[in-house]
């Protein structure tokens, strides 16, 4: 069954980004210590990534894209999960579609419509992509980015959210939520690791 999960790294004070975040500069000046468990050699930080990295049917990002579609962002390399799994289809939520983008070897759509719609529209590729490897579980996956993850989660859209809570204390500047999430989230796994603490909470419907 194709369900909506959020997955997003943030520091203990619930940050998702350090100072100065930018499509040139990533999640901010030493941001990538946020993510250093989705980096890491450890073995069970690597599951973690494997484990991640084949959920998704659809991946729908917001602010994000400029950075993974900018010059230092993503390719084979150093994308999460590359290499890991099948490449998936991205929504991209924007009310100014992109004329032309960098990462022309993924299946990349822009959605005008609103996060509230955009979120549950992206169901119809993941669950097509499901239906073809009745082996796999695929979701829709809004990742990256806490406005994007916050919006989806105040809208009562999330099925389930994954946290990578990195054990730094930064002047941070981008909160995951600042709204009231409508439904309360009930504790489904911990597992900690070398670099950090996955945490994934599911949310009745």
């Not at 049917?57 to 084979?76: I, N, Q, R, Y």
């Not at 419509?113 to 119809?124: Q, T």
Request: proline share 10%; glycine share 10%; aromatic share 4%.
């Amino acid at each position: 069954m194709t369900r909506i999960i959020t997955d997003i790294s943030v520091s203990l004070d619930g940050f998702a980004t350090r100072p100065g975040p930018s499509p040139d500069n990533g999640p901010g000046t030493r941001g990538e210590a946020v993510h250093t468990w989705a980096v890491s050699d450890d073995p069970s930080d690597r599951w973690v990534l494997r484990e991640g990295s084949a959920r998704p049917g659809t991946v729908a990002l917001g602010h994000l894209f400029d950075v993974v579609d900018g010059p230092k962002g993503w390719h084979d390399t150093p994308c999460y999960g590359a290499g890991e799994v099948e490449k998936p289809s991205f929504a991209v939520v924007t009310s100014s579609p992109p004329q032309s983008v960098r990462t022309t070897n993924r299946d990349c759509t822009s959605v005008t419509i609103g996060l509230p719609d955009a979120v549950p529209a992206a169901h119809e590729p993941a669950e097509a992509a499901e239906a073809s490897d009745s082996a796999k579980n695929l979701d829709v996956i809004p990742m990256g980015g806490g406005a994007t993850i916050g919006s989806a989660l105040e809208a009562g859209l999330v099925d389930a959210l994954t946290l990578h809570l990195a054990p730094i204390v930064p002047d941070t500047r981008t909160p995951v939520s600042t709204g009231e999430v409508p439904r309360t989230p009930v504790q489904h796994s911990v597992t900690s690791t070398p670099t950090a603490t996955h945490l994934t909470y599911d949310f009745s419907r």
